[in-house]
């Protein structure tokens, strides 16, 4: 019997999208150990068939035994013939293969953006021998929503987001593949060897970091001073600035403050003025993450991957968003009603569901695919506490967004003091309104001034010169990076998070203050030198815009991967030119670099502790004076270690980090054995 065939993106989406369509019962038929579902709807059979992420990705075609480039001749391949650790997806791969049979109709429901529709793409063309397919669109996993997808979808896939993504996937491979093996074999044709690698928007982003970072060294402060009076009416305190500000003369400031001294000091003007201050717009991802880093410290990367997995339990809408329109059709009423049955957000739901309009304040940002962030209404069952907070967050910005604007009162007290005046400004929240549905997120100063009128007098106790400096730059952390990113147009919405976490991976990055290390520093230094296309934002920006032209239909994606593979050409064959001259200087960075991380501290006779490797290949921490000093110590087999900067409280070495696949991460003194880690402080 023929059926129609339905592609998810993972198997959790297969599973909800199974139980969402089906009139009836649901049949797990499954092969290869992969849980598939027949469920009929409308007297139509249906298969619902999950993928697991990307099941082919481009590859060289002919791949030889040694390192070249340039590498222009790809192809789709399967994902788990990329190796062992690919192979967890061949029984997707397969089971698609076997369902497949019997399918004469065909729908795409994977996520509605660029990664999805080329996921769904490739498998219908390459597994099921055809691209003619319907194409489901929704923003969230609750089942009005996926019935709606499914009896009113497309006729046909979205082409030009296919066509885009396809042209991403080609100028991303084309950049990261060739320009690694050129880093590289650079390195290795100057007698060092290390797997180094950039990337279309790594090398920029890393550029933006190392040039903060130049400026922040660079930077040589300026002193200056300021006039500060302390004063008090009717015996409450006021603190003001000389209206000046910054005194660049010190001598100037000397002036001012012996004229003041011993003098009378009188309220001359005293200022107040109301203004509103008016909710949040809704979250798109850029925001969410930026926010979430903020109130919880989770990197960008975590946040995607919490906020995934409540769109995949239906709790919240698609995250890959770049919206802050919350459109009428989501059903604003029904939604909050919903969310009143969570005893956490009943009283705030009442106060809203409770006005004659609902209407959010929504910023300008708008994506053609999904609104911004929003929950659905539905319960939750079992979050994790990592859920739970941006679960929290999500829901508390979504409520505050209808909430009416806050008022706050803004004060400036003038005090003159022998003609000398002084300023004194403070804030204070009048009615709180949306801040209270943002609660505990809802962060902000009040400076509260004493209740003065003018002509009363000021009981001066002190008026003295503070010695100031002009600060650096501030250090980009994850959540200005993304913005910067975003201001830019480098990257996707969807991209930045994981780029970054590249960066920190490969050793390039270090701290939640992003510093640039001196691998980071020996790699971009060397392509701003000798190859400044690869990291230019303005190349990277403009083959993102005609991306986007594809997408619009303006541009053909033929036209652009030729372009990119011309230009690539040119520059690889300039760097090639280079080669040995950028592989000495990298050579001298990576083995400083490759001590640092190695060395957990000092050996008993003086000499170094590093990570070394026996001659079977077992790893241990030996003195670097072997030798004549012999001190060993053993390390895990298993696993990836890294030195971190913590040192143990016991001998003062530095801590190991030890992760393992598929358990937790734990800490190690090489000398101590393990380390606990300190319970977190309760808040």
């Known amino acids: 019997m023929s059926y129609t065939l339905i592609i998810a993106e993972k198997p959790s989406a297969a599973k909800r999208i199974a139980d969402a369509l089906a009139e009836g019962g649901i049949k797990k038929i499954g092969k290869h150990g992969v849980a598939s579902f027949r469920i009929s709807r409308g007297g139509r059979d249906i ?23 340039p590498v222009f001749d790809v192809e789709w391949k399967p994902t788990f013939e990329r190796g062992k650790s690919a192979l967890w997806s061949k029984k997707y791969f397969d089971n698609i293969k076997t369902v497949v049979k019997g399918a004469d109709e065909f729908i795409s429901s994977c996520d509605y953006d660029i990664e999805g529709s080329v996921i769904a793409y490739n498998i219908l063309r390459f597994i099921c021998g055809t691209e003619k397919a319907k194409r489901m669109k929704f923003s969230t996993m609750t089942t009005p929503d996926l019935v709606q997808a499914y009896e009113q979808a497309s006729p046909e896939l979205d082409f030009p987001q296919i066509e885009a993504g396809l042209a991403r996937h080609f100028l991303d491979y084309y950049w990261g593949i060739n320009l690694s093996r050129a ?7 100057a007698g060092g060897y290390r797997i180094l690698s950039t990337g279309r928007v790594q090398g920029p982003t890393l550029q933006i970091l190392e040039e903060r970072q130049k400026e922040i060294e660079a930077f040589k402060p300026k002193p200056f001073w300021e006039i500060q009076l302390t004063g008090l009416v009717d015996s409450q305190k006021i603190i003001a600035l000389h209206v000046k500000g910054k005194f660049w003369e010190k001598g100037q400031a000397e002036t001012i403050l012996k004229n003041c001294e011993g003098k009378e000091a009188i309220v001359s003007g005293v200022e107040r003025r109301q203004q509103k201050q008016y909710p949040p717009f809704p979250f798109d991802l850029t925001t969410l993450q930026r926010e979430s880093y903020r109130c919880f410290g989770y990197s960008p990367k975590m946040t995607l991957d919490i906020a995934q997995s409540l769109y995949e339990q239906a709790l919240i809408s698609y995250p890959r968003t770049a919206s802050q329109k919350l459109p009428a059709k989501i059903g604003y009423k029904f939604i909050l009603q919903n969310l009143a049955k969570q005893k956490a957000y009943h009283e705030l739901c009442g106060k809203l569901l409770s006005r004659p309009r609902l209407r959010p304040n929504e910023g300008k940002k708008v994506d053609s695919a ?4 929003f929950p659905t209404g539905n319960l939750p069952k079992a979050l994790n506490s990592y859920q739970k907070k941006l679960y929290d967050l999500i829901v508390k910005r979504f409520l505050a967004v209808f909430a009416d604007p806050a008022v706050r009162e803004v004060m400036r007290v003038l005090i003159e003091v022998d003609g000398e005046k002084f300023l004194a400004q403070g804030i204070r929240t009048l009615k709180s309104n949306w801040m209270d549905f943002y609660k505990p997120y809802a ?29 650096p730059p501030k250090r980009f952390t994850q959540a200005s990076i993304l913005k910067e990113l975003e201001s830019l147009g480098l990257g996707t919405k969807g991209t930045r998070a994981l780029i970054l976490q590249t960066l920190y991976d490969r050793g390039y990055i270090d701290e939640r203050a992003i510093i640039v290390t001196m691998l980071g520093q020996a790699v971009v230094t060397a392509l701003s030198k000798h190859c400044p296309e690869i990291v230019s934002v303005e190349l990277t920006r403009k083959f993102e815009e005609e991306m986007q032209a594809i997408q619009g239909g303006q541009k053909k994606r033929q036209d652009i991967v030729k372009e990119a593979e011309g230009m690539l050409r040119k520059i690889l064959a300039h760097f090639k030119e280079h080669e040995m001259e950028i592989g000495k200087e990298l050579l001298v960075v990576v083995r400083e670099q490759q001590k640092i991380e190695s060395t957990v501290g000092k050996c008993k006779c003086g000499g170094n502790l590093i990570m070394r490797r026996s001659h079977k290949g077992k790893r241990f921490m ?28 016991k001998c003062g070495l530095n801590i190991v980090s030890v992760k393992a696949k598929g358990k937790r991460p734990w800490k190690l003194c090489v000398r101590c054995g393990f380390v606990k880690a300190k319970a977190k402080k309760a808040k």
């Open 622 to 649: 030996g003195c670097d004076k072997y030798p004549k000093c012999t001190e060993t110590f053993s390390l895990p087999h298993t696993g990836s270690l890294k030195v971190i900067s913590q040192e143990c409280p």
């Open 443 to 471: 962060r902000f100063k009040e400076q509260i001034l004493p209740d003065v009128k003018e002509g009363q007098d000021v009981k001066a106790e002190k008026i003295e010169i503070l010695d100031k400096e002009t600060q």
């Open 183 to 189: 880093l590289t074999l650079a390195l290795k044709e």
């Open 47 to 69: 298969v619902v068939a999950p993928a697991v992420g990307h099941l082919f990705i481009l590859a060289q075609r002919k791949a030889g035994a040694v390192w070249t480039y």
């Open 370 to 373: 999904h609104p911004a962030i």
